[in-house]
């Protein structure tokens, strides 16, 4: 069974910076790329940042160059660092992974934006 689990959410000030975990179990996590999602309140779900098993990396327009996705393979995690934030990145932000012919998604963590 996929689990994710996502972490390092809050509430931030403008301009400020925070980092999102996304630990993963129930897959050879090195073999899989993983995703970040948002979900800001009233409007579907988009689109962060891609990270390959190769470690490649890509971004929506909106994050790049404030926005960084990695992986830590040894410890089975995603993060995504966020600095530069604006009030518009207030979202839940989601992990996700296609694996076992399906989109596995964790609970989420909310990140507030606001001064």
């Known amino acids: 069974q996929v689990q994710l689990v996502e972490s390092g959410g809050g509430l931030v000030q403008p301009g400020g910076s925070l980092r999102l975990s996304c630990a993963v179990s129930g897959i050879p996590f090195s073999e899989y790329a993983m995703k970040w999602f948002r979900q800001a309140p009233g409007k579907t779900r988009e689109f962060v940042a891609i990270?390959?098993?190769?470690?490649?990396?890509d971004y929506t327009d909106s994050v790049k160059g404030r926005f960084t996705i990695s992986r830590d393979n040894a410890k089975n995690t995603v993060y995504l660092q966020m600095n530069s934030l604006k009030s518009e990145d207030t979202a839940v932000y989601y992990c996700?992974?296609?694996?076992?012919?399906?989109?596995?998604w964790g609970r989420g963590t909310q990140v507030t934006v606001s001064s």
């Open positions: 990270i390959g098993e190769d470690g490649n990396t």
């Open positions: 996700n992974t296609y694996a076992s012919w399906r989109d596995n």
